[in-house]
């Protein structure tokens, strides 16, 4: 049941966004527990001071966000697994933009790569390689290869064999790909950097392949230390070059 206090809804946000708020918080924080039955209609809006229609809607949106279920003739329950709805805001398309999604990507794709060391199958691995193939393959016939580049560290997200890893990056994906595409377009300008990212990427799968969780964790971590450092040295029209490259891009 839910022991805080309730905040009563003011008026400006849009008084169902802000009690869906307030539930949300109370089944996040174990207020109300997974199978507990919510508060009638007229109960909640009781409690809050608002219309029983105000109530529904917001219902709704907890329902929409996977967070409680409806039982025809019951009323509606905590979901026994509540989901964790995730908000980031669109990145602006800057270089520091970039420079910042690597260090989250440091944050969780070095764990995975170590943890795809000790845990991988040898069907994992066969994909990661076959990843790493997909992507010279898509230079070498003039792609970009940002979407087999994220397929790859994809491909060691799975390999972790913890789905939080590949939840919390299909999320953020969203935001990677311009992220890629700013990384992969300045290190084609120089022959020496797409040598690197090529040394870079071996250097991760021969780590996993061997089980070495630290040689897998240094080289991930290498690798994207070496991403920002080569962002570092883009010409500063590159933003100005991908722009001019979508454009002139069929559709």
Known sequence: MIT???????????LSEQVARQLTHAIHTGDMRPGERLPTEAALGERYGISRSV???AISMLRNAG???SRRGSGSFVAEVPTVALRLAIPDPSLQSVIRLLELRRALEVE???????????SQLRRIRNAMADIDEAVEIG???VDQDMAFHRAIAEASNNTHFTAIIDFYNRFLHHAITVTRTNESLRETFMAQVIEEHQAIVDAIDQ???DAAAQAAARHLEHAEWRLRQAPT??????EDTATDTPV
């Open 67 to 69: 967070l409680v279920t």
């Open 112 to 122: 995975a790569a170590r943890l795809a060391a000790q845990r991988r199958t040898p």
């Open 4 to 14: 805080n206090p309730e905040t009563q809804p003011t008026r400006g946000t849009q």
């Open 55 to 57: 109530v529904r809607e």
């Open 211 to 213: 089980g070495d969780e």
């Open 237 to 242: 029209d590159l933003l100005e070059r991908l």
């Open 143 to 145: 792609a970009d290869g």
